[in-house]
């Protein structure tokens, strides 16, 4: 198995710390709002690597984080006339909702940094005692040019990032590409107690500080978006290596943009998209689909009519599975000679999805090959196959999908006695001959939401 690493610009061979196990930080969200489709990105990303790692065998400790005490969380609590805490504590609820919407696994461990508040002074303490932090009117920055590998996430060196930066009036810091690791408290904000009096956390400062304390001083993979390589996993790479003295993450994994209607995403320019504005158009698994269906590294262009044929392709994969269901109940019999050679073609279908997972876990590569596997269903699986035979075919295509978490939902095949009266209604009205009577009681039940499909093996239905 290869992953691209940002830190070395390259493919590598994904060789763990410890045999047969996985320690592995994803970035969470900070919960001021709804998380937004560019949010939905990395943790449907990370969720599959995490996913795929599981299915290779892989014990897999994956954690993400909540940064519950940050401005934006601050601002919207003033506004809404609650405490910090009730926001927080409001949009992690509103993250699972989304979260489990998407298909999402829950992490390992969801860490607050509210909860780890001791832990933080505790690292600010030791940076500060080595040398590598100093503290001005209770403010404690980074001190960037004792740290000799900074910028190397980035490929930046620091002369060339402080010619860049924008030296602020009365600035405390000793060089502008210093960052603060904890902030002097403020009126109206929340603070804890320290040695450099009340405060709070830097952002920079809280994933270094989980990521030690639930995976050790050096993990395996951390991830996260594009848009975090500079500064915030810049800074996670000197604060914690100049404590530690120690490989941070051996692998640093980051997904692409995505752009609106091939615009860059912004509140400004009115196409910025929670997932929860989406969810009332789309079913959220149509969303986890459109997502793998690219590289991850790549830019995704998102819209309407991308969507659109994302639902239209699930559907299809959907629709293979519901008939390959639907036979399954009809069939019975032990595999044919004939059928045991079509085993051999399931093998391969499997091996080459392998092979795309393991490519930098190329998803689109992936879909493609379950696509190619609904064929192969479709044309090989009929009323005249065994029930063996058509389990193996199942039960590799949930396997499959099951890896990517798409079409993944279960049928609901429960159905009312009003539903169930109108079905046999139309199958009575067309032994009888009664055509008119039968299409008037399909519209009738399609107003339902009940589609109606007469096969070779009798009638099907299914929601809409």
């Known amino acids: ?81 609650i405490t910090p805490l009730e926001v927080a504590d409001k949009y992690i609820k509103e993250y699972f909702i989304d979260a489990d919407g998407l298909g999402i696994k829950r ?18 303490k030791e940076l500060e005692d080595k040398g590598y932090a100093y503290s001005v009117d209770g403010d404690v920055y980074f001190d960037t040019k004792k740290f000799d590998g900074y910028g190397k996430l980035s490929k930046q060196n620091i002369e060339d990032l402080e010619a860049g930066a924008r030296i602020e009036v009365n600035d405390k810091k000793k060089s502008p590409m210093d960052f603060v690791l904890w902030k002097n408290k403020k009126e109206g904000e929340p603070g804890w107690s320290s040695p450099w009096g009340e405060g709070r956390p830097g952002w920079h400062i809280e994933c270094s500080v989980m990521s030690s304390r639930y995976l050790g001083d050096t993990i395996d993979i951390h991830a ?61 698994d149509v969303v986890r689909f459109f997502l793998l269906s690219a590289h991850y590294k790549n830019p995704v262009n998102f819209s309407d009519e991308m969507l659109k044929q994302a639902g239209a392709g699930l559907e299809r994969l959907y629709n293979a599975k519901n008939n390959l269901e639907f036979l399954k109940d009809k069939l019975d019999g032990s595999i044919t000679d004939e059928e045991k050679s079509f ?82 209604e139309r199958t009575q009205a067309k032994k009888n001959k009664e055509y008119k009577l039968a299409d008037d009681i399909r519209q009738k039940l399609l107003d339902m939401g009940i589609v109606i499909e007469d096969t070779r093996q009798g009638v099907k239905w299914r929601r809409v």
């Open 224 to 284: 996260g978006g594009q848009d975090l390589t500079f500064p915030h996993h810049e800074n996670e790479i000197a604060q914690t290596e100049a404590r530690t003295g120690k490989t941070f993450a051996n692998y640093w994994i980051h997904n692409g943009y995505i752009n609106i209607n091939n615009e860059k995403m912004s509140k400004s320019k009115g196409n910025f998209f929670t997932v929860r504005d989406i969810s009332e158009k789309y079913d959220l």
């Open 343 to 424: 085993v051999k073609e399931l093998d391969a279908f499997k091996t080459r999805f392998i092979e795309c997972m393991d490519d930098d876990i190329n998803t689109a590569d992936a879909i493609s090959v379950i696509f190619e596997l609904a064929r192969f269903i479709n044309s090989n699986v009929d009323d005249k196959s065994s029930l063996e035979f058509a389990n193996e075919c199942y039960n590799l295509f949930k396997e499959l999908t099951g890896v990517l978490n798409i079409a993944n939902k279960s049928n609901d095949d429960s159905i009312d006695e009003e539903i169930e009266s109108l079905i046999n």
């Open 1 to 81: 198995m290869k992953l691209y690493n940002t830190l070395t610009r390259k493919k590598e061979e994904f060789i763990p710390l410890e045999e047969g196990k996985v320690k592995m930080y994803s970035c969470g969200p900070t919960v001021y709002n709804y998380f937004h489709i560019g949010n939905a990105r990395p943790f449907i990303i990370f969720d599959t690597l995490r996913r795929y790692l599981e299915y290779r065998g892989y014990d897999v400790t994956y954690i993400q984080n909540f940064t519950d005490v940050d401005d934006k969380i601050i601002n919207k609590a003033n506004e809404e006339g």
């Open 107 to 124: 992490a390992s461990v969801h860490p607050r940094v509210t909860d780890n508040i001791e832990q933080i002074i505790e690292f600010v």
